[in-house]
């Protein structure tokens, strides 16, 4: 009888055992769907990311290599002279030093296809090489140029030789010319420093991110003097001396709006403001870098204030406990404290203004300049809007050139971000 009644006892409890162990199992289940399903999102983040980058390096590794020619120039006197400086034929001296090395090349006939095999800056890198020492007209001397497009495309394999002339960019006869060029072994592919050290061109071969790259850091230069000391008194007044209030309530709540509005709109009050009512040159780097100031502003108020908070209050009572004024305890010690989360956001902050494009085509900084800018006041352009024009670009040369310069700016944007986790790691403080 007492077995019986212990039995019946323990019946509830093992029941109630076997309903905790399966919802153990059932949350343990969810905890494993979550993970897998938290993986397999980091997963296709990752491999979107690998199929993007992996498509910007086939496309634009080939234009951080130029095809060129090494030609023995001799400096006729008959076309060029010391008193005609600049001026001269110097075209038609590189003709025949191509012609040259061509034996089947009618001089009459193929001359204009001759021509077409070097780059149009060909010309003017002879011309400022003599320019510089007078003393070279009459000699024979090397030169290096590079080819036009069309030839380095060929070089690169962008051109199938296989294609029906008739759905070539180069004829039989010009590609014939070119393996000639190449056994005769006059035909090089060095690193393109040209793509750093030239500004934007016609000419694909020429085209380079000199000016953008100049306008880009005057840009960055004037976005960051601007931003920098206002969002960082605006946080502060915000944060520690400002009443809390309804005023103070509609300030911060639209700084967070700020924050959220697209940058084009920005770009609008640029051209209302600072170009058709103050008057300031169109295309200045530094009209871009008012307008990327006043959209990078909101964001370091925010990462700003949001380092301010995160300094204990012991600090901030301890100093006033010790004799300081409301300004020296700010001054002296909870803005040093909150530095290292002051910059990281102004960095981020940064690097977000640097790949803005809207703004700045709104304010004209696409048009097409030659040369970099000297001052924040000269046309310009910057790496977002450069990249912006050459895909625009009907040549084949500027596909590979705007994979290259998106590679550029993404080094630059991962620099900066790693240059703001560097900065957080070595100076935060853990309290």
Not at 101 to 118: F, N, Q, S
Not at 351 to 367: D, K, S
Not at 381 to 393: E, G, K, R, V, Y
Not at 403 to 416: C, D, K, N, Y
């Amino acid at each position: 009888m007492t077995d019986m009644m212990d039995t019946s006892a323990n019946a509830p409890r093992r029941t109630s055992l076997k309903g905790n162990s399966a919802l153990v199992a059932r949350r343990k289940r969810r905890e494993r769907l979550l993970m897998g399903v938290g993986l397999g999102a980091i997963l296709i983040a990752f491999t979107v990311l690998f199929i993007l980058v992996a498509s910007l390096v086939s496309t634009g590794y080939t234009a951080f290599v130029q095809t060129q020619v090494t030609l023995d120039v001799h400096v006729d006197p008959a076309e060029i002279s010391e008193e005609q400086l600049p001026r001269g034929g110097f075209q038609n001296v590189l003709t025949r030093s191509v012609l040259d090395l061509l034996p089947d090349a009618d001089p009459e006939t193929d001359l204009r296809a001759v021509r077409g095999i070097l780059s149009n800056g060909a010309q003017f890198a002879l011309r400022d090489q003599v320019a510089a020492d007078p003393s070279l007209i009459g000699q024979t001397i090397t030169l290096t140029v590079p080819l036009s497009d069309p030839y380095d495309q060929l070089n690169k394999g962008n051109i199938n030789r296989d294609t029906p002339e008739s759905e070539r960019r180069l004829n039989d006869q010009a590609v014939v010319w070119f393996d000639q060029l190449d056994q005769a072994g006059r035909i090089s592919t060095p690193f393109n420093w040209a793509l750093f050290t030239n500004a934007d061109s016609r000419f694909p071969e020429l085209a380079g991110l000199k000016g953008a790259l100049v306008g880009s850091f005057w840009v960055l230069f004037i976005c960051f003097a601007v931003s920098f000391p206002v969002g960082i008194g605006a946080a502060i007044y915000l944060e520690e001396f400002a009443p809390k209030n309804r005023v103070s309530d509609f300030i911060e709540v639209n700084i967070n709006n700020l924050a959220a509005v697209p940058s084009v709109v920005f770009g609008l009050l640029a051209l209302a403001v600072f170009l058709n009512w103050f008057g300031l040159p169109r295309s200045a780097p530094f009209v871009g870098g008012l307008t990327l100031a006043l959209m990078t502003m909101p964001t370091i108020i925010i990462a700003t204030r949001a380092a301010l908070k995160a300094v204990p209050p012991s600090i901030r009572e301890a100093a006033l406990g010790l004799g300081a004024s409301k300004q020296q305890v700010v001054f002296g010690h909870v803005l040093p404290l909150a530095m290292p989360g002051i910059l990281t956001g102004t960095i981020i902050g940064l690097a977000q203004a640097l790949g803005e494009t809207a703004p700045l085509l709104l304010i004209g900084m696409n048009a097409f300049i030659t040369s970099a800018p000297t001052s924040p006041f000269d046309a310009s352009t910057a790496l977002p809007t450069q990249i912006f024009i050459w895909a625009d670009s009907p040549e084949r040369g500027f596909v590979s050139r705007t994979s290259a310069a998106i590679l550029v700016l993404l080094g630059f944007l991962v620099i900066m971000n790693a240059l703001a986790i560097y900065l957080r790691n070595r100076f935060e403080r853990r309290w």
